[in-house]
């Protein structure tokens, strides 16, 4: 059974920072790439930072380069996204996702994409 458990979402205030956290099982995690989605209230669900397996590529949003940063460990099975001076605009449910096909990741092809996990919210304040 396949599961990606984000944490590390919650409240901040904007200019602050916040490391999401995203443990698989259930997979061969370094055979995916792995990626970071959001979605606010009324909005789709995006990309905003994908990792190739070995973590030699990297893929960011254009609102978000400069500021987030994604990394994985694959010994630990794990995915994060360091997220610096945030902003109101970053509030979102934070989305962790696996697939083995780049273009899924990157073209936001939500119903494409194998594994999802629960979502953790990040909520930033002004």
């Known amino acids: 059974q396949v599961q990606l458990v984000e944490s590390g979402g919650g409240l901040v205030q904007a200019g602050g920072s916040l490391r999401l956290s995203c443990a698989a099982s259930g997979v061969t995690f370094s055979t995916y790439d792995m990626g970071w989605f959001r979605q606010a209230p009324g909005k789709q669900r995006k990309i905003v930072a994908a990792?190739?397996?070995?973590?030699?590529?990297?893929y960011y949003g254009d609102s978000v380069k400069g500021r987030f940063t994604i990394s994985r460990d694959n010994a630990k099975n794990t995915v994060y996204l360091q997220m610096n001076s945030l902003k109101p605009e970053d509030t979102a449910v934070y989305f962790c996702?696996?697939?083995?096909?780049?273009?899924?990741?990157?073209?936001?092809?939500?119903?494409?994409?194998?594994?999802w996990g629960q979502g953790t919210q990040v909520t930033v304040t002004s």
């Open positions: 990792i190739s397996p070995s973590g030699g590529n990297t």
């Open positions: 996702a696996a697939d083995r096909t780049w273009w899924h990741l990157l073209s936001s092809a939500v119903s494409s994409i194998d594994y």
